[in-house]
C-alpha cells in the first residue's frame, strides 16, 4: 500500500515530464531573440525628429501633466524665432509610463518606444537628457 502511494506521485511527476519534452519550448534566448511585445507597449520614452529638427516646441505641456513630475522642460529660441528645447530631461527609473506625456503633447512630439530592455549600472545613467532621448530608436 505505501509503495502504491509513493508511486502515484512519482508516475504523474515522470508523466508530466516526458509530456513537456514534446512541447515548443517558450524560452527565449536573450538577447539573440528579442520578446514581442504589443503594438500598445509603453516603453522608453523617444523625441521625434523631422528632417534633422526636434519637433518638440518646449511648451511644457507634458511636464505638466507628468503625474510623477519625471519631466523637465526648458525653452529658448532658435535665431529663426522657433520655440525649441534647451533642456529636456526624462528621469527614467521614476516613470510610471503611463503615457501622459505623450497623450498631451500638440506636436506628436514624444512617444513611448516599444523598447524595453534598457539597462544600466547606475540611477544617474536613467536620467536621460534630450540628445539622449533624441537618439532613442523606435524599437
Ligand atoms: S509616461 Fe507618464 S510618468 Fe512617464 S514621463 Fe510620461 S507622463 Fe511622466
Ligand atoms: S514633447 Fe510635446 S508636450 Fe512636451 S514640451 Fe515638447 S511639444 Fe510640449
Redesign the pocket.
Known sequence: MVVIRTLIPLLKGLAFTIKHLFVKPITYQYPEQRREVSERWRGLHRLKMDDGRLL????????AVCPADVIT?ERTETEDGRSF?SRFDVEVTRCIFCGY?QE????D??ELTRNYDFCEYTREEFNLNRDQLAKIEEA
Do not use: N, R, Y
Request: charged content about 10%.
Open positions: 518638440c516646441v518646449a511648451c511644457g505641456l507634458c511636464e522642460v528645447p506625456c498631451a503633447c500638440p506636436k512630439a514624444i
